[in-house]
């Protein structure tokens, strides 16, 4: 069997949670590969929302598996909160949650150092979501990381060394912090983390993959919040493409079967960094008031713009997308005009490409009908008005991929399938 993967095409937040829930019943496991609770995932289903940030989004539909991968940064002490939750609302996670023993482990001292250096880099910060995501993979590349697995030996003697390396670079950068309830919900989150099953999770997909099973690999963040395509230094610190859920899993690149990749039929950005269709003005605050745009974790207000077709089309090569997904179609419903970036402007020139670097970089647009249809109703595309089926061919035609699912408001059942011709 083929591994299918979903990922977030934009700055993250395009609604990979709501449909990789829609999509699960379809497979046997579900499997995070990369990012950690910087991830806020949002699901409604039964007058229910959840915000899920390292526990997998398939992990309300029936019994399937769950894996948090090798790939993903975990703090025990918000995973412990996030569990709970959970199974307070009555979902049993401790038999069908399994969590990579190569997992990293976010230390209490890797969110003030998050902190710190954000600090320490004043006005060019990147605004982080304070998780300690940064710190916690710099440990991981420069081999001095602990891991789930590092739970069940020597524990102690290994965390006491790393927070030991933290406090001292605390001391150099002179900041002041206060570990004690930090330190105490940790501890707790790791008795608590003991419960569930550590596994070796490239074994255990591959032995499933053998056995026929099925996989849908849900990824965190977006393309371009890529440690390397994105928008560097404005991003997040790990590979949120398609390539990450190799590394972040141990799947074969010649495993990989679909990419669904999702986008929002506007864009938003939470945090610092170029966004080259951002909106000052009126039609941004709608945007974002008709969009709910505020982060799932944070409630940080999300900064909203038009679509940007260079960067999705560069989102699309570098993940081999094969099937697109248009989220928050809804959101544009009241608006006469829609605009679309097709191109970008750099000192007088246009470009249809990603450059190296997009900031302050100038958009060229073109502009379609709106549908002004109530999208949230939808049924069937058989209903889908003139103009909304324009926008999608436009895109379609633009992008060079299909767009096979629609999205027309945020509960699981407000989601359609396109079965059109390619
Ligand atoms: P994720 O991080 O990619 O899972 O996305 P988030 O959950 O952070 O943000 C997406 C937000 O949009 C959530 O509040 C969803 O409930 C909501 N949402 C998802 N799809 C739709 C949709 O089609 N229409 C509307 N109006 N909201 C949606
Ligand atoms: P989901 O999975 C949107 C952004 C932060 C910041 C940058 C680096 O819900 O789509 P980090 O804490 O990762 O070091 O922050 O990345 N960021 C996200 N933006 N959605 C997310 O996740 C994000 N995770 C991180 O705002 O700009
Ligand atoms: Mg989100």
């Not at 495993?255 to 610092?272: D, H, M, P």
Request: hydrophobic share 35%.
């Amino acid at each position: 069997m083929k591994v299918d993967i979903l990922l977030g095409l934009q700055w993250g937040d395009e609604g990979k949670g709501k449909v990789v829930d829609v999509l699960t019943p379809r497979y046997d496991v579900v499997a995070r590969f990369q990012g950690g609770p910087n991830a806020g995932h949002t699901l409604e289903f039964e007058g229910q929302k959840y915000v899920l940030r390292s526990i997998p989004s398939g992990i309300f539909q029936g019994d399937k598996v769950n894996i948090i991968g090798n790939g993903v940064v975990l703090d025990p002490a918000l995973f412990k909160a996030e569990a709970e939750a959970l199974e307070a609302s009555g979902h049993n996670l401790k038999e069908r949650l399994h969590i990579s023993k190569k997992a990293h482990l976010i230390l209490p001292t890797h969110r003030i150092l998050d902190a710190a250096y954000e600090a320490a880099k004043g006005d060019a910060k990147v605004g982080t979501t304070g998780k300690g995501i940064g710190p916690t993979y710099t440990d991981k590349i420069s081999r001095n990381g602990v891991r789930v697995g590092d739970i069940l030996h020597d524990f102690d003697k290994k965390y006491a060394a790393a927070k030991a390396r933290h406090e001292q670079i605390l001391k150099g950068l002179n900041y002041e912090y206060d570990l004690s309830e930090l330190e105490k919900a940790w501890f707790e989150g790791i008795e608590y983390l003991k419960q569930f099953k550590f596994v070796d999770s490239e074994h255990e997909i591959n032995g499933l993959l053998s056995d026929g099973k099925s996989v849908l690999c849900e990824g965190a963040q977006g393309t371009m919040l890529d440690i390397d395509f994105g928008s560097y230094p404005f991003v997040t610190s790990s590979n949120t493409i398609c390539a990450g859920a190799c590394t972040g899993l141990g799947i074969a690149p010649n495993k990989i079967g679909e990419v669904y990749g999702i986008f929002k039929a506007y864009c938003t950005r939470v945090g610092a960094g170029p966004f080259p269709t951002e909106l000052f003005d009126k039609t941004g605050d709608q945007i974002c008031t008709l969009g709910h745009e505020f982060g799932s974790v944070t409630g940080r207000k999300r900064r909203c713009g038009w679509i940007d077709l260079v960067a999705l089309k560069y989102a699309i090569m570098v993940d081999g997308v094969t099937k697109l997904i248009m989220m928050k179609s809804d959101v544009l419903d009241s608006f006469e005009t829609i605009k679309a970036c097709v191109a970008y402007k750099v000192n007088g020139e246009e470009i249809d490409y990603f450059p190296f670097d997009i900031e302050g970089v100038e958009p060229v647009y073109v502009e379609l009908p709106g549908w002004q249809t109530d999208m949230t109703k939808m049924q069937s595309e058989d209903e889908f008005p003139e103009e909304f089926n324009a926008y999608l061919s436009f895109l379609e035609e633009q992008l060079g991929v299909p767009v096979k699912i629609v999205s027309v408001g945020p509960d699981r059942e407000q989601t359609i399938e396109r079965y059109t011709e390619e």
